[in-house]
T-cell receptor
């Protein structure tokens, strides 16, 4: 079982539609990050959420950290073809477990014109 | 320009032939790490380093070695590569966790094929 479960694994939508992807865990985290990875490139950080219940907006992207800091969601409004990519959530494990950074399996998003 | 560089970008090799993938960053970051990315498994951390001469295992360290003799460089060494190490490898760097938001800056990736 992965520490971070992302769903769905794959999402195909038409340009202009909305979508939501999820990142869930049974563990509590002090912070959580979302990255986007485009084909042939490394992931790029979109946002870091820190406070339970926190909502952050990045243009058409809305990120929410669950109240209990165990899960997070990413909502894209009026998706564009440029939103196509692999969306990854990641958490930094507490010091007692080392200083690992763990990623979820990712959600691959395809926005069709 | 702030960046993480990896070399080579593509590598095809044979089982058992030692290889090294280099990684260098110019942002004076303390934290560096290596990941492998496989379909359906996301990014898995192989090794990480908190600073010079300080390295530790990630989630999938078997078959890999690393060293951190200089702050800017963090090479990944495969002493005896096997076909199950065929993968896409990323190097990343960041500030120290807890002191910064720990944003990872990734290199462009190295696609390794072991036959």
């Amino acid at each position: 079982t992965q520490l971070l479960e992302q769903s769905p694994q794959f999402l195909s939508i038409q340009e202009g539609e909305n979508l939501t992807v999820y990142c869930n865990s049974s563990s509590v985290f002090s912070s959580l990050q979302w990255y986007r990875q485009e084909p042939g490139e490394g992931p790029v950080l979109l946002v870091t959420v820190v406070t339970g219940g926190e909502v952050k907006k990045l243009k058409r992207l809305t990120f929410q950290f669950g109240d209990a800091r165990k899960d997070s969601s990413l909502h894209i409004t009026a998706a564009q073809t440029g939103d196509t990519g692999l969306y990854l959530c990641a958490v930094h494990m507490i010091k007692a477990a080392g200083n690992k950074l763990t990623f979820g399996g990712g959600t691959r998003v395809l926005v069709k014109p | 320009e702030a960046q993480v560089t990896q070399n080579p970008r593509y590598l095809i090799t044979v089982t058992g032939k030692k290889l090294t993938v280099t990684c260098s960053q110019n942002m004076n970051h303390e934290y560096m790490s290596w990941y492998r990315q496989d379909p359906g498994l996301g990014l898995r951390q192989i090794y990480y380093s908190m600073n010079v001469e300080v390295t530790d295992k990630g989630d999938v360290p078997e078959g890999y070695k690393v060293s951190r003799k200089e702050k800017r460089n963090f090479p990944l060494i495969l002493e005896s590569p096997s076909p199950n190490q065929t993968s896409l490898y990323f190097c990343a760097s960041s500030g120290l966790p807890g002191l910064t938001n720990h944003e990872q800056y990734f290199g462009p990736g190295t696609r390794l094929t072991v036959t």
